[in-house]
Structures are given as C-alpha cells and as structure tokens.
C-alpha cells in the first residue's frame, strides 16, 4: 500500500473518530425532554430538579427528607420544592455551620446536625475539605484527602429512623440521600416498609452501588431507568407496588 494510500486510511479514521466522539457528545448533553418541558433546573446540581418535578408532575405541598442536604440553596435539590411549591421537610447535614441558612431562609424546613447511620448516639470523626467556594465532606478519610487538606470534627450519628420518630414524621414523600459513599449504613438504619416514600433520590457512587441496588431490591423498590441518561450521578427509586 502506497504512503498516500495510508495517508487517506488515517485520515478517514481520524475524521471517523471526531464525528463518533460529537455524536456522543451530543446525546449526553443536548437538552433533554425535561428541560423542554420546564427549563434548565434553578437550583440543583444537575438534573436532580427537574426529575422530582417530573415524578411528582409538580405536586403542591408535600413532604421530603433531605440527607447531605449542605447549603439550604445552593446546589439543593429540595429549595424548589419549598420556594415554590410550599413542600415542607426535614434536612439533615453534618456540618452544622449549615443550620443558620436554613432557619433564616427555610422556614418549613427543619434543619438537624448529625451524620445519619446505622445506629444513633455515638461519635464519627468527619472531615471537611474547603477549596475556593466548593466544600466536600465525608467521614471518609482517604474520600476526602482527594479534594485537599481536611479539617477534622466530631459529630453526633443518629438513625433515620429515630429521628423520624423523635420528629412525629409516620411518613412522606421524598428522601434525597447524597453522604459521600455512606449511604448503605444510612440505609441500614432506616424502615424504608414503613415510611414508604413515593421516590428516593439517591447518590450512586460505583463503590457503593450494588449495596444500594440490594437495599432497595430488598424492600420492594426499583430503579427509574427513565431518569438514567438525565442524571447518571444518582439513582431514583419506586415502590414497584
């Protein structure tokens, strides 16, 4: 084969390459049948807005729990629901610096400072990395070593369940779950057959996956995979009956 034949082979390949890489760019972030319908989300991270939306097709006055629920609007996925649909809740962070946030801004919402486990009153260490205006938080050491030097507390841990119960809550309609890769010993505290909520929103770090897929097989629920190309970063779940 000449050189020149080679020549045009390799650039036809590349060429190919280019417009498979467009196409694929194109299909993950052209916007979706969600953005169309109710535009671009207003204060989530990512889809996570417009998903709940969606699932609840804009339901007035109704009732989350928030886990990891960090600043009361930035990059929240419940603020919608109470700005401007009057849900109320209850929001749960361990970073308790969050709280004066949420009692000036959120006022039907119910601000708790714990790290959400398996079982209640007994102390983590946890650890919070700042960088600029980005904050990450884990009690997972080497988690949170990736974003920078974090700075060490100590926290309080509590079961979803007592403090649903401590809280008068028999039920609702939404739990948000986003703890850095703790979500199945959160899980492992709660009594999802009896609080029952009609969509969990949760974060699906591969680490952590099959553990949260075996949870919620478990107890009756599955996967939307609707929402699967919207928002590949969590994982929404349904009672299948």
Known sequence: MSNTAIGKRRAGSALLLIVLSLLVLWCFHRP???????????????????????????????FFVDVGANHYRIE?????L?????????????????EAGYLEHRKKTRFFCFYVSDRSD??????????????????NREWSAKYGKAEKTKVLTITLNDLLTKEGVSGFD??????ELAE?????????EKYRPALVCIEFHKEVR?????YFTKHG???????RRIDPANAYFAPLR
């Open 184 to 192: 199945p010993a959160a899980l492992a505290g709660f009594d999802i």
């Open 174 to 179: 939404l739990l948000s779950m986003d703890i």
């Open 122 to 139: 007994a102390e983590v260490d946890f650890y919070i990395t700042q960088k600029n205006y980005e904050r990450r938080s884990s009690a």
């Open 221 to 227: 629920y599955g996967i939307l995979e609707k929402y």
């Open 32 to 62: 979706n049948e969600l953005v169309k319908k109710y535009g671009r989300q207003l204060y989530s991270k990512g889809n996570e807005e417009l998903i709940i939306r969606d699932f609840f097709q804009d339901k007035k006055a109704g």
């Open 82 to 98: 109470e700005e401007r649909l009057g849900w109320q809740g209850i929001a749960i962070d361990a970073a308790g610096d969050f």
């Open 76 to 80: 929240s996925t419940t603020y919608f």
């Open 210 to 214: 099959q553990s949260i897929l075996d």
